[in-house]
């Protein structure tokens, strides 16, 4: 019945088609539960692997066996168990007949995967197709409306360098007060993802288009690690994990789903990284300070997104970290003044750099 249903969703797609969001969001949906079909055939084959495996070992035995009842048909000297033989010379012939019906249950699921694959291939070059239609659903934009609760309000209660500095009056605090300089810089970068592969670079897609940054494609709820020493300005997860579609506006930046940004400090330089797409599950919180290689988040396919991935944005500050902070305070602006509509660019506060550059 669920392939029924998919095939149903493509014809639907194909010969009555509503608005590009719509489509897309269809697109997604049939594309997710190929991909959980997927990893679930997967994952019997494996199991049926290592059982057929462990089977054709016993005929390794088997083997040996026979070479043996030769060597004492002709006399040979020989050196051997053979009650142990004979138990697993028996055993092997009784299995027999199993291996032969697991070698035939996973010919099946092998035919499966690749007929989901074949179906999944033919649904992400349709989402492509429309992808390249509708360059005006593709990024982010700040017409949504921030978390205020996910955002760093100031240094009141924050561990590590984040609360050095702070002055305590009454339960407030000021974020101005905190000195950045004491944030022990990181020697160098390091990667955000220990896996995955990158499916788009900085300043465009591959089939076209403005793109703002760096895409990493990965496996649903793959780990995403800080890749410098810094503090979180902003982590919200309120979109669905795994509900992405071109057009879906969800999260902020407007698109992003869940997301973080941070800031960090490489040598003497600070910097501010922005992921988006996460899945739901945040390991940090605003102000929380950080160190290169701690756990983030794990990520997801949220927000405007056409398959499971994270976004990654680097912005080199142009001014001092103090005022680039207390900017993003106002407003939590991903973009750090540079929008959302132009390439290399550079505002009061940073410059939009391609994280190829550093990671």
């Known amino acids: 019945m669920k392939h029924l249903f ?17 489509q897309s969001q269809d697109l997604s949906r049939q594309i997710n539960a190929y ?51 004979e138990k697993q010379l028996h055993d092997y012939s009784n299995e027999t007949i199993h291996l032969e019906k697991l070698q035939t249950i996973r010919s099946d699921y092998q035919k499966q995967i690749e007929d989901v694959q074949a179906k999944k291939e033919q ?21 949504g409306e921030k978390n205020d609760q996910s955002m760093l309000k100031g240094t009141y209660d924050l561990p590590a360098f984040g609360s050095i500095g702070h002055i305590q009056e009454e339960g407030t605090s000021c974020l101005a007060m905190v000195d950045a300089h004491l944030i022990e810089p990181s020697s160098g970068w390091s990667l955000p993802f220990m896996n995955g592969f990158v499916s788009a670079g900085t300043w465009s897609y591959p089939q076209g288009g403005l793109h703002l ?12 690690y800080a890749p410098a020493n810094g503090i979180i300005l902003y982590a919200d ?9 071109l057009g879906n506006w969800c999260g902020w930046p407007a698109g992003a789903g869940n997301s973080i940004c941070m800031l960090v400090k490489v040598k003497e330089q600070y910097y501010a990284v922005t992921f988006a797409h996460l899945s739901s599950t945040l390991f940090i919180r605003a102000g929380q300070s950080v160190q290169q290689g701690d756990l983030l988040a794990l990520s997801g396919n ?45 505002s009061a506060y940073a410059c939009r750099i391609r994280p190829e550059s550093v990671f």
């Open 123 to 143: 649904l992400i070059k349709l989402q492509q197709q429309l992808f390249l239609e509708h360059p005006e659903l593709r990024g982010f934009n700040d017409q």
């Open 237 to 245: 997860a309120p979109s669905p994990e795994d509900g992405g579609y």
């Open 6 to 22: 998919l095939s149903f969703c493509l014809v639907h797609s194909l010969f009555f088609p509503s608005s590009a969001a719509w």
């Open 302 to 346: 949220s927000g405007n997104s056409t398959g499971p991935h994270c976004h990654v944005e680097v912005f080199s500050l142009t001014t001092d970290v103090d005022s680039v902070v207390n900017y993003f305070m106002e407003g939590a602006d991903f973009s750090f003044g540079n929008g959302w509509d132009q390439p290399d660019t550079c």
């Open 35 to 85: 991909m959980k079909q997927e990893r679930s055939i997967q994952s019997i084959l494996f199991r049926l692997t290592n059982k057929i495996d462990s089977y054709l070992s016993r005929f390794q035995v088997f083997e040996l066996g026979k070479v043996y009842l030769q060597a004492e048909q002709n006399h040979f000297p020989h050196h051997f168990d053979e009650e142990l033989l």
């Open 213 to 224: 940054g760096l895409d990493y494609a990965l496996d649903m709820h793959s780990s995403l």
